[in-house]
């Protein structure tokens, strides 16, 4: 079934954003069928590192109906396929994306970078993870064919900040946060997975991706 990481380059965590209604989709995202298993499981197995945060909200009991053991893993870490997860469930998913994210940051660790990745955004293959992890930046974001895609690393220190924004606060989401960022903070990575870009959000967007 299904901690820090470190090579010679430290790891970042993952953070999957999966507490939405997924409401065009009309099914929670992370349960569409991939490759005889779950879509969240494929984004798990895709990471080249060893910690994973879910962040569950509005679907969380059919998440737990599906995969029962992610029940457990917000008790304490789960081994799945040589990764440690953990499952956090927002008590506010009214309030959004950012608030599902708060919600993880809360328990990521004061020296842990991370790779946040919306459940809808297919994660880039590994060697373009890697290419993300090597740059050094407060905030480092994928491009491709000048479009900005996810997943987006951060610096602990960033990740704190993120903390103390009031979810009341008009300017709570990810996007509006990284605009405060000077331009030498913040590094865009050209990259040549263009899965990075796009945007699962329907069942027309779903069929496309799996059909490619």
């Given at each position: 079934m299904a901690g820090i990481f470190f090579m010679k380059k430290s790891h970042p965590i993952l953070i999957i954003l999966a507490g939405g209604k997924s409401s065009r989709?009309?099914?929670?995202?992370?349960?569409?069928?991939?490759?005889?298993?779950f879509w969240i499981l494929s984004q798990i197995e895709t990471f080249i590192g060893t910690?994973?945060?879910?962040?569950?909200?509005?679907?969380?009991?059919?998440?737990?109906n599906a995969i029962?053991?992610?029940?457990?893993?917000?008790?304490?870490?789960?081994?799945?396929?040589?990764?440690?997860i953990r499952v956090v469930i927002n008590p506010n998913p009214k309030f959004g994306l950012f608030s599902t994210?708060?919600?993880?940051?809360?328990?990521?660790?004061?020296?842990?970078?991370?790779?946040?990745?919306?459940?809808?955004?297919?994660?880039?293959?590994k060697q373009e993870q890697r290419k993300l992890n090597i740059e050094e930046n407060?905030?480092?974001?994928?491009?491709?064919?000048?479009k900005k895609g996810h997943p987006i690393k951060i610096t602990?220190?960033?990740?704190?900040?993120?903390?103390?924004?009031?979810?009341?606060?008009p300017n709570a989401r990810l996007d509006f946060q990284i605009?405060?960022?000077?331009?030498?903070?913040?590094?865009?990575?050209?990259?040549?997975?263009?899965?990075?870009?796009?945007?699962?959000n329907t069942p027309n967007d779903w069929q496309a991706f799996i059909s490619d």
């Open positions: 989709m009309g099914a929670p995202k992370g349960l569409l069928k991939h490759n005889n298993s910690e994973v945060i879910i962040g569950l909200g509005h679907d969380t009991q059919l998440y737990f029962p053991w992610l029940k457990d893993a917000t008790k304490t870490a789960i081994s799945y396929k040589k990764k440690q994210l708060q919600s993880i940051l809360k328990h990521v660790g004061l020296n842990q970078q991370a790779f946040i990745l919306p459940i809808d955004v297919p994660l880039f293959n407060v905030i480092v974001i994928p491009k491709y064919q000048d602990p220190e960033f990740c704190q900040l993120l903390l103390n924004i009031s979810l009341s606060d605009k405060k960022n000077t331009p030498s903070e913040i590094s865009f990575i050209d990259v040549s997975d263009g899965v990075c870009i796009q945007n699962l």
